[in-house]
């Protein structure tokens, strides 16, 4: 008790320390420092700019649910699309849009950006139904906005009972898995219970895919206003998807110029480069392959050094071209328009998730350069959405009967407009009553796309450029115009250099199956006549390295056709080279008119036929084939039955049976276009 009493009178007697100790004082120097370097001297962030990235979902969060999504917006048809190209993403718009004719209203989807699981709830919205505008691309595949739904529809267990259901699928004849896609999707649809309103329409590039489509439609629309029992409303008129923006005072800085996704990508690139983010690639070599003749084949090389891309021998290379200037000129001269005032085409349905047609604002010649494809046949719903236009009562009527589901509307289309290859500026030039506004020619035209071509090198051999062979097109039309193939015609003009200026191409690489074995002693026959040498140039490089490398490398042996052994015989030297070298263990080249009768690539097949058996039957081997599907992948086809007929005893059945389960287990490979 003594002690504290002692204590706290000791305390008394000492000094009053100060209010604020040095620590506080220090503390509270540093509190103002901080807040005067805050509001005085710390860098101002650069105003953000009003301007909504392309296609960019609206913040905070993307609607995944297109069910809610139906529900919010008084949705009863869904229109779902996997296309690769985009014209599987057309018809399924032009579906969508057609919904109100028949007291319905409709919205078009793309997959990716759903969650299909949610499919099974379809039925929670009364009269209602969703569509599948399905494209197979490559070797019956899904594409690539598709390839998720594809794995869900797979795996899937989900109860469809109560979901009304129709597809229509996008395909091309001359391949192996005709519209495998679009049969699938409506199989599987009905296996899991799902109701079928309409049948499958099978659509055949090969033929004429928007005449398939139209009358599939014409049937499908009365089978649904059928099945709810609803009539249709009579309102043929246009109905605008887009309205028009013109800006008049703009920061130049806000404008696209010709980028796929983020403003001003093309001035500060940042990987991964894909489809949406090209790579800008330096043109390294650009060389004419053929020694004669009247046409232009090309070999091109573009340097990816820096740009962390990644490619396999056998992985197809995409490039962005641009439009022939001369022909956008003459496009806005007809029109009458000014082609360089800014614009933005603004979606009327404020809750799609596509905001714009194309990036935007941009002005008309961008668009009509980068954007929009003004090169290709129109298809019939742009004939029809622009008769309103025609003052001639004729002209007007022409169009509509061309876009009518009538045969002799049909065959005025297939006549007037594919077969004498009209594009949008012919047909303007030649219905001179025709005077549409460019924002609603705009709005219709479909977007150019990305054109691919099979990597002609190997990226162990050359990993810092990718190679292209490619054939420039260029003929004269039924109507005396000259028809150029956009992106040839675009990629013969890239000079390595022009005064000091180095020429570029938007690129990005797209993953392929067309693969070497995965043992390097496995023997391999590649036949690619013409350009579809490419893919092979690339096997045949990487041999050499495997080689190089010391491994076991089987026999490779080759067949490669032209026209004459002086004219266009691609890439002699190299393959001569390689077959002094023992890479090629054989080359057979058919020159299919150095002589009177034509000699093809079957034909050599033919000739060797047992050495081939043995090395399919006995050894192994992979069989590749590059280039057209429409004649030469089946003339090979059929000389392989007729091999394994004739040197293996097969009957025809059986031959047929035999390459099938090789193409199953991936010894038969085709990288084929029509």
């Known amino acids: 008790m003594e002690d504290s009493e002692s204590q706290l009178s000791s305390d008394q007697d000492q000094t009053p320390e100060p209010l604020l100790s040095s620590l506080d004082i220090f503390l509270f120097s540093l509190i103002v420092g901080l807040l005067i370097y805050w509001f005085f001297f710390r860098k101002k962030p650069e105003p953000v700019l009003d301007i909504k990235p392309f296609n960019a979902p609206p913040p905070p969060i993307t609607e995944s649910s297109f069910i809610e999504k139906m529900k919010k917006t008084n949705r009863n048809i869904v229109v779902f699309y996997g296309s690769q190209t985009g014209t599987g993403e057309e018809f399924a718009n032009r579906l969508a849009k057609d919904a109100h004719r028949y007291g319905m209203k409709g919205m078009a989807a793309d997959p990716e950006e759903y969650d299909m699981s949610e499919l099974s709830r379809l039925k929670e919205i009364p009269n209602s139904m969703a569509v599948f505008c399905m494209a197979t691309y490559g070797e019956g595949d899904p594409t690539d906005n598709a390839q998720e739904f594809y794995d869900w529809l797979q795996g899937a267990d989900d ?142 090389e573009l340097d990816i050094t820096d740009s962390k891309i990644r490619y396999d021998a056998g992985d197809h290379v995409a490039v962005y071209p641009t439009n022939d200037a001369a022909v956008v000129n003459r496009l806005g001269e007809r029109l009458g328009v000014d082609l360089d005032t800014v614009i933005s085409l603004k979606n009327l349905d404020e809750e799609s998730n596509k905001k714009h047609p194309f990036p935007c604002p941009t002005t008309y010649r961008t668009a009509l350069t980068h954007y929009l494809d003004i090169n290709s046949t129109p298809r019939t719903n742009v004939l029809y959405e622009l008769a309103q236009y025609a003052s001639d009562p004729q002209e007007q009527e022409n169009m509509r009967k061309m876009a009518s589901a009538s045969p002799e509307g049909k065959a005025l289309y297939q006549s007037w407009v594919l077969d004498s290859e009209r594009n949008i500026l012919a047909i303007l030039e030649d219905l001179s009553s025709l005077n549409p506004p460019i924002d609603h020619l705009c709005e219709l035209l479909p977007r150019l796309q990305a054109r691919y071509y099979s990597i002609a090198s190997s990226s162990k051999v050359h990993s810092t450029s990718i190679h292209i062979c490619a054939v420039v097109i260029e003929y004269t039309t039924k109507t005396g115009r000259v028809f150029k193939g956009v992106a040839t015609n675009w990629l013969k003009n890239k000079d390595v250099t022009d005064n000091g200026h180095k020429h570029t191409v938007p690129m990005y690489v797209r ?109 192994n081997a992979h069989i590749y084939v590059c280039g057209d599907a429409r004649n030469m992948a089946r003339d090979v086809h059929t000389a392989f039955y007729e091999i394994a007929e004739e040197v293996g005893g097969l009957t025809h059945t059986q031959a047929v049976d035999y390459f099938k389960k090789l193409m199953t287990k991936g010894r038969y490979s085709q990288d084929v276009w029509s």
């Open 511 to 619: 993953r392929s199956q067309f693969r070497l074995p995965f043992k390097p002693s496995n023997p391999i026959i590649m036949i690619g006549p013409g350009t579809g040498i490419a893919p092979f140039m690339g096997f045949i490089q990487e041999r050499a390295w495997q080689k190089e490398q010391g491994k076991d490398v089987g026999e490779t042996v080759l067949y490669f056709g032209c026209r004459h052994k002086n004219e266009d015989f691609l890439y002699q030297q190299e393959l001569e080279e390689f077959e002094r070298a023992g890479v090629l263990t054989q080359l057979n080249v058919a020159f299919s008119r150095d002589q009177e009768h034509k000699i093809y690539v079957q034909h050599l097949l033919k000739k060797n036929k047992e050495q081939l058996w043995k090395l399919i039957h006995s050894n």
């Open 159 to 300: 109860d469809l009972e109560g979901v009304n259901f129709a597809v229509f699928g996008l395909g091309n004849k001359t391949y192996e898995h005709f519209n495998a896609m679009g049969k699938y999707t409506d199989k599987r649809i009905a296996e899991l219970g799902g109701k079928r309103v309409f049948d499958l329409g099978l659509g055949d590039d090969d033929c004429n895919l928007e005449e398939d489509f139209i009358s599939w439609k014409e049937q499908f629309w009365p089978a649904v206003c059928e099945f709810f029992g609803v009539e249709a409303t009579g309102e043929d008129s246009s109905i605008r998807q887009f309205e028009l923006v013109v800006h008049n005072d703009i920061n130049m800085n806000q404008v696209y110029t010709g980028e796929m996704g983020r403003l001003k990508s093309f001035q500060t690139q940042k990987p991964p480069f894909d489809s949406k983010n090209p790579f800008l690639s330096p043109v390294t070599v650009n060389r004419k392959l053929n020694k004669g003749g009247n046409r232009h084949l090309m070999h091109i």
